[in-house]
């Protein structure tokens, strides 16, 4: 059986930083190109940050860019995004979502992954 599993969310102070992991099991994901989305309280889901299967090519939504890291261990089977200057308003549950896809380029749009985690949840407040 194919799972995400997610981790790493929490409360943090406005500034702070988290790491949120995004562990597969019952399959490798070194072919598929991997998601993060979030989802904000009334809000739709929207993209956040994406990383191709080659791991050389990430993209980021235009509101996390420069604060936030994609990355990905082949070993461990994990992709983690690593927060950094978290706002209030980066308040949301967190999913990641993964499809197969061998390349080098990568987009953040839902319709595109397959399989999905049951999310985290981040909340930034002081």
């Known amino acids: 059986q194919l799972q995400l599993v997610e981790s790493g969310g929490g409360l943090v102070q406005p500034g702070g930083s988290l790491r949120l992991s995004c562990a597969a099991f019952g399959f490798t994901l070194t072919n598929y190109k991997i998601g993060w989305f979030r989802q904000a309280p009334g809000k739709e889901r929207e993209g956040v940050s994406c990383i191709s299967s080659s791991g050389g090519g990430t993209r980021y939504a235009d509101s996390v860019k420069g604060r936030f890291t994609i990355s990905r261990d082949y070993a461990k089977n994990t992709v983690y995004l690593q927060m950094n200057s978290l706002k209030p308003e980066d308040t949301a549950v967190y999913y990641c979502?993964?499809?197969?896809?061998?390349?080098?380029?990568?987009?953040?749009?839902?319709?595109?992954?397959?399989?999905w985690g049951q999310g985290t949840q981040v909340t930034v407040s002081s």
């Open positions: 979502a993964a499809t197969p896809r061998f390349g080098y380029v990568c987009s953040p749009v839902e319709k595109e992954y397959n399989y």
